[in-house]
């Protein structure tokens, strides 16, 4: 599934939540350990023109975003959670890319504040 988002990366790391992305399980003598690797998560690619607000599902973990803004104009990228986080902010055409990093503590939802009136941009967000 395929979402668009602009997003605007200052090469800033990024705390969500926590980092935790194992678990064990004990009983009856018996311990089962689970952890998520980063290939259990896909790439999630963001494609769109101008400002979006968007809702984007994102597991536990650390990402690394990478991203590219077409035109002339104000990229920013914001992230709110419990407490806001910038995450991108640029002028394209200098830069016209980058990439940045993000830990998310928790399993969610978050909203992602792209503001980019007049740009053409794609988001990449990369599980580690």
């Given at each position: 599934?395929?979402?668009?988002?602009?997003l605007?990366?200052?090469?800033?790391?990024?705390l969500?939540?926590?980092c935790?992305?194992?678990?064990?399980?004990?009983?009856?003598?018996?311990?089962?350990a689970?952890?998520?690797?980063?290939a259990?998560?896909?790439?999630?690619?963001?494609?769109?023109?101008?400002?979006?607000?968007?809702?984007?599902?994102?597991?536990?973990?650390?990402?690394?975003?990478?991203?590219?803004?077409?035109?002339?104009?104000n990229?920013?990228?914001?992230?709110?959670?419990?407490?806001?986080?910038?995450?991108?902010?640029?002028?394209?055409?200098?830069?016209?890319?980058?990439?940045?990093?993000?830990?998310?503590?928790?399993?969610?939802t978050?909203?992602?504040?792209?503001?980019?009136?007049?740009l053409?941009?794609?988001?990449?967000?990369i599980p580690?």
């Amino acid at each position: 599934m395929s979402k668009t988002l602009t997003l605007v990366v200052v090469g800033v790391l990024l705390l969500l939540g926590g980092c935790g992305s194992a678990g064990a399980v004990s009983g009856s003598g018996t311990t089962v350990a689970s952890a998520r690797t980063a290939a259990t998560v896909a790439p999630l690619t963001l494609t769109g023109q101008g400002s979006k607000v968007l809702q984007v599902d994102l597991e536990a973990g650390r990402y690394r975003v990478d991203w590219y803004a077409q035109g002339h104009d104000n990229f920013i990228v914001i992230v709110h959670a419990a407490v806001d986080h910038l995450l991108i902010n640029a002028i394209p055409p200098d830069p016209v890319a980058g990439e940045t990093y993000l830990s998310v503590r928790d399993t969610s939802t978050y909203v992602l504040e792209v503001e980019a009136p007049t740009l053409s941009w794609t988001i990449t967000l990369i599980p580690l």
